[in-house]
């Protein structure tokens, strides 16, 4: 039994005790230290979704930790096992390619980071990241096909540029656009190369399609995203070809300087591919955080633009 003078003491004691467990969750409002893990600068929609990321980021007081990979799969491991060491509070990465993740991603888990893959996906086990925030690719392809298909009534030879090898957005929107085409038999693609997504790449394939086919024989042009198309639409031009009227074409990304392509006539359709998928990603960080269930897979849609509207989208992507 205590002693009336030790009481009041150990009601001190008491209280300082309960105030110590009250602490930690003052320490929740610390703002968060987020890993991300870009693919790189490698187009203007690329730059577009990194510049969007920094902006959603700094808007909400999170502390992003940014690694540009230059599209290298080995730098980005190597900034995700950095991110680990830093004990970052979770980690957003948009990988170069599909496959050759598990080992890192199991390191990832193993320290207790949740992890959401955005954009381009990832061939690993789905409980080594908490979700995945994208386009849905594959439907990108299915709009271009179906958007072409209406435009030639169903008779149409194409040439395909290809995005990055091995990316999950080339290989779905192969995969969407492929689908669709399949279902006219007058629609085939004649020539298909990887210009990797860039813009030089696009031009300079473009070149050497233009040494070894008839041009005569081509009805459209087929990119997986706007800045290969911009790149081959100036190698037409420079050939003398007149793109956007005698030769129609299609891509994907909907970036500003495609509409300004398309308002000069040299370019017909875009899908949009949706830069902003910071904000979706960081909330279903936030939700993970405070022990919410999260959606395995949270889709950012777009839509489909040609040159009717393409001085508005224009202006408004320019402001």
């Not at 002693?3 to 409002?29: G, K, S, Y």
């Not at 061939?123 to 979700?131: H, N, Q």
């Not at 990055?164 to 969407?176: E, K, L, P, Y």
């Amino acid at each position: 039994m205590l002693t009336p003078t030790l009481r009041p003491l150990a009601l001190v004691l008491l209280l300082c005790a309960c105030f110590v467990f009250v602490i930690p969750a003052a320490a929740q409002d610390d703002p968060l230290t987020i890993g991300f893990a870009q693919v790189g600068s490698e187009s203007a929609w690329r730059i577009a979704f990194t510049e969007a990321t920094l902006a959603e980021a700094e808007a909400r007081g999170i502390n992003l930790l940014f690694s540009d990979a230059d599209n290298s799969q080995e730098t980005q491991i190597a900034a995700l096992r950095s991110f680990i060491e830093q004990g970052v509070d979770a980690i957003i990465l948009a990988p170069v390619v599909e496959t050759g993740w598990d080992t890192v991603l199991t390191e990832v888990r193993d320290a207790g980071i949740p992890l959401v893959v955005v954009d381009r996906n990832v061939t690993s086990d789905p409980s080594l990241y908490i979700s995945r925030v994208s386009s849905d690719f594959v439907q990108e392809g299915r709009l271009a096909a179906a958007w072409l298909a209406q435009q030639t009534s169903g008779e149409c030879s194409i040439i395909e540029l290809e995005g990055t090898v091995g990316s999950s957005a080339a290989r779905d929107r192969q995969i969407g656009f492929n689908d669709v085409i399949a279902l006219f038999p007058n629609m085939d693609i004649i020539f298909s190369q990887s210009g990797d997504f860039t813009r030089e790449g696009g031009r300079e394939v473009m070149e050497g399609i233009m040494l070894s086919e008839d041009m005569s024989d081509v009805c459209a042009i087929w990119a997986h995203n706007d800045d290969m198309m911009i790149g081959a639409v100036e190698s037409l031009k420079a050939a003398g070809l007149n793109p956007g009227t005698d030769i129609l074409t299609i891509s994907v990304d909907a970036i500003p300087d495609i509409f300004g392509v398309m308002m000069a006539g040299d370019a017909n359709a875009t899908v949009e591919l949706s830069p902003y998928m910071a904000a979706p990603a960081f909330d279903a960080i936030e939700s993970y955080l405070a022990g919410e269930t999260i959606p395995a897979w949270i889709p950012v849609s777009g839509s489909l633009y040609t040159q009717a509207t393409a001085a508005e989208e224009y202006a408004n992507r320019t402001r």
